[in-house]
Nanobody
Framework: VQLQASGGGLVQAGGSLTLSCVAS????????MAWYRQAPGNQRELVVD???????NYADSVKGRFIISRDYAKNTVYLQMNSLKPEDTAVYYC?????????WGQGTLVTVSS
């Protein structure tokens, strides 16, 4: 399984970006998909995950600002990021989970300027 993340870039604080993660196979088969991020010098952290039944789990730091969604027809998961803050600056990774297997995308850089 390959995951291709895209959509990162440079944005001013308060702005918005939408990330995409395209899977090489049907995402309906996955138990869950998620977005993680890793800022320089920090550990990778969960941003949000979405499970097969559509339940979601957002990190407190992004609740009310970020929205995860998925399009089964396009095998794509999105992360809409609003009201971006400088502390959201990080490389964002998508992850897919199926039973004991986990797959990672290559990451896309989001830089938020103050």
């Amino acid at each position: 399984v390959q995951l291709q993340a895209s959509g990162g870039g440079l944005v001013q604080a308060g702005g918005s970006l939408t990330l995409s993660c395209v899977a090489s196979r049907a995402i309906v088969a996955f138990d869950a998909m998620a977005w993680y991020r890793q800022a320089p010098g920090n550990q990778r952290e969960l941003v949000v995950d979405i499970r097969r039944g559509a339940s979601t789990n957002y990190a407190d730091s992004v609740k009310g600002r970020f929205i995860i969604s998925r399009d089964y027809a396009k095998n794509t998961v999105y992360l809409q990021m609003n009201s971006l803050k400088p502390e959201d600056t990080a490389v964002y990774y998508c992850r897919a989970m199926e039973r004991s297997y986990t797959y990672w995308g290559q990451g896309t850089l989001v830089t938020v300027s103050s």
